[in-house]
């Protein structure tokens, strides 16, 4: 695989992106999005896990923090991200490196366990991907955004400044993996915690604090909670502000053609 498979531009935004950090914001979400993964997880072990854009290494943070696995790695296409991550001082990480976005320097089964969180829906040649990552890992976590609604394709703006170019339900990724020969294991559907949209509306977007506005981010949520539980899984992917899972080699590949 060639290393120019990654668009320039693309390598030059992330390397910007690392160098404009906002640590408290990228940790606050990293809390929950390693939460997601410690929770689709339990009851198994993990040796080795790889994370594979890993960014500034907030999720690795947390995951170490609660001794997830005594050995953690990360690759990153960002060279600030990759600087950032070794400023850190984490615990338990073995090694951090710049890769070239679809090529893990890794042999076959290498990691009991890859992570990818938040990472599919800004790539380019996404089965690309996860042929490598069935390649090198057993298992693999994959968390998403669920960025598709209908009329999608008149917010391509507001998706594109996040990065975001595919956009995926969760009917749409299972469909994706399993045509790549990944076997769902478990999965979980979250929606934005809402000290997460506090700190949206107050500190990124600069907007009042107000107790009404409080009591509606807080009843918003409930309610949407609520109903998930109550209607089931049909419903509660429909609420989703991301959706996890955790996957296998299937016993039988696909044939695509």
Request: net charge neutral; hydrophobic share 40%.
């Amino acid at each position: 695989m060639q290393e120019s498979i990654i668009s320039g531009n693309v390598k030059t935004a992330y390397d910007q992106f690392y160098e404009k950090h906002d640590e408290a914001w990228r940790m606050l979400g990293a809390k929950y999005k390693a939460q997601h993964i410690i929770d689709v997880c339990r009851g198994l072990t993990f040796t080795n896990v790889l994370e594979v854009g890993a960014g500034d290494g907030s999720i690795l943070k947390f995951l170490s923090d609660h001794n997830f696995a005594p050995e953690l790695n990360a690759v990153e296409i960002s060279a600030s991200g990759v600087e950032y991550i070794q400023s850190r001082g984490i615990q338990n990480l073995k090694s951090v490196q710049v890769f070239d976005g679809y090529k893990l320097p890794f042999g076959d089964d290498s990691f009991d366990l890859i992570i990818l969180s938040h990472v599919l829906e800004h790539v380019e040649h996404e089965r690309l991907l996860l042929r490598e990552i069935k390649r090198v890992a057993k298992h693999c976590v994959i968390e998403v955004p669920r960025d598709y609604k209908a009329g999608v394709d008149k917010r391509i703006k507001h998706f594109l400044a996040y990065g975001h170019i595919n956009v995926y339900t969760p009917t749409s990724l299972r469909y994706l993996l399993r045509t790549e020969g990944f076997e769902v294991e478990n999965d979980l559907t979250s929606m934005i915690e809402p000290e997460v949209t506090r700190f949206n509306t107050y500190i990124n977007q600069k907007k009042t604090k107000s107790l009404v506005s409080n009591l509606r981010i807080a009843a918003e949520f409930t309610v949407k909670q609520s109903l998930s539980k109550i209607l089931g899984k049909k419903v509660s992917e429909q609420f989703a502000n991301a959706y996890t899972v955790l996957c296998r080699k299937a016993t039988e590949q696909p044939e695509l053609f």
